[in-house]
């Protein structure tokens, strides 16, 4: 049986793009994973490395989920020696997950029985072997720091994954604004939204709409039976192929309210300032300060107080949270949500950091736009659509 969609970027092409059949396959990636931990298990002088974080596991797939397993305990886990590897799975989901999930990727199959639990299966793979594990577990070495490092790039595979998951993201918001009526709720604005996700066989991590000024007293909101009269703001946090993306759109049935207005243009120079730092090498704090001088040219100076600015995202839906304390340099490969906030206006999207600047994952469709001059560069930031 083949492998679906869901879990498989080949099968379909990539809009404004070529196919990425035509780019490095699933299990050519799987196998230049393995080849690093290969390296990893030399360093450490260890025989295997034991998976069990899911975040890692659908990483180390290039792609697979533990859909429908609820018990934490019950989750399916990888082994990788140098050279082999092996899906650890119970008995009731071994064959969906070679038929949807790793069929044809070159692992093998260790089964336990679902009513004795994996303890057993797990503590005779390690009897006897020296094993690494990417979480805390028994006295197995733990190796989760070098992995959230080395996991934290995306390969050129998965950067292709990453593209078509934001265009999906930034469709369903998009195709929501468009048709939404005055008078739904945001619970059905919401619902839309997240069919939209779902038929495209993308699973909604977090969905938000705030009707009328609700995201201007709730920073981080989702969302209630509070009909939408004037304008809303939609926010999501999807995945696909085990993979991250966040964005969000505004839309108001008539002319913006002038608050309303000026708290967007503001955002929207706040998230361009951020949009023209992210490029290797460069220092998130560096680039926050850029931010807070914008927030205050703008007469909006406690604003980014309010709200996180922004995050690494990837296999884990927060890698690693930007804060001004935050050293770490960016690396091409790397991925980045920006999220300025300025009242109720919101200018998130999701983009790659590359060699040649920013690369923007969650695309605008037909869709209005602000371009925004910093040091002689022009960079797009989605406006509100006026319907």
Request: a neutral charge; proline letters at 6%.
């Amino acid at each position: 049986m083949s492998i679906p969609s869901e879990t498989l970027v080949q099968s379909f092409p990539l809009l404004g793009g070529p196919s990425a059949a035509e780019g490095p396959g699933r299990r050519s990636d799987i196998d230049a994973k393995q080849a690093r931990l290969a390296t990893l298990l030399e360093r450490t002088k260890c025989d295997g490395l034991l998976i069990l974080d899911p975040d890692n596991f659908a990483w180390l797939t290039s792609g697979a989920v533990a859909r429908s397993v609820l018990d934490p305990a019950a989750l399916p886990a990888v082994y990788f020696s140098a050279e082999q590897r092996w899906l650890l799975s119970a008995n009731c989901s071994s064959q969906r997950l070679f038929d949807e999930e790793i069929d044809g990727l070159g692992f093998q199959l260790k089964e336990w029985p679902w009513h004795q639990g994996r303890e057993q299966l797990l503590a005779d793979l390690c009897q006897g072997r020296t094993v690494a594990c990417d979480v805390p577990f028994g006295n197995l070495r733990s190796v989760a720091g070098e992995l959230r490092l080395l996991r934290r790039t995306l390969t050129p595979y998965e950067q292709a994954c990453l593209r078509a998951l934001g265009q999906v993201v930034s469709h369903a918001l998009e195709a929501t604004c468009r048709t939404m009526n005055p008078g739904e709720t945001e619970r059905e604005v919401a619902g839309q939204v997240s069919h939209r996700l779902i038929h495209r066989g993308t699973l909604p991590l977090q969905v938000g709409v705030a009707a009328d000024g609700r995201s201007r007293l709730y920073r981080q909101f989702g969302f209630t039976s509070t009909p939408v009269r004037k304008y809303a703001v939609l926010g999501v946090t999807a995945r696909k192929y085990g993979l991250y993306a966040s964005a969000t759109r505004s839309v108001s049935f008539g002319p913006p309210e002038d608050t309303f207005r000026a708290e967007h243009n503001a955002a929207c120079k706040v998230g361009a300032t951020y949009l023209a730092s992210t490029w290797p090498d460069a220092l998130p704090r560096e680039i926050l300060a850029a931010g807070r001088r914008v927030y205050a040219l703008t007469g909006q100076e406690h604003e980014w107080r309010l709200n996180p600015q922004g995050h690494v995202t990837g296999r884990a839906p927060v890698e690693l949270t930007l804060m001004p304390g935050t050293e770490e340099l960016f690396q091409a490969g790397w991925v980045v949500t920006w999220n300025a906030a300025v009242g109720a206006a919101r200018s998130c999207d999701t983009f790659l950091v590359t060699d040649q600047g920013p690369g923007v994952v969650t695309p605008t469709e037909p869709w209005p736009l602000k371009r925004i001059r910093i040091q002689g560069a022009d960079f797009v930031r989605p406006d509100i659509l006026q319907r």
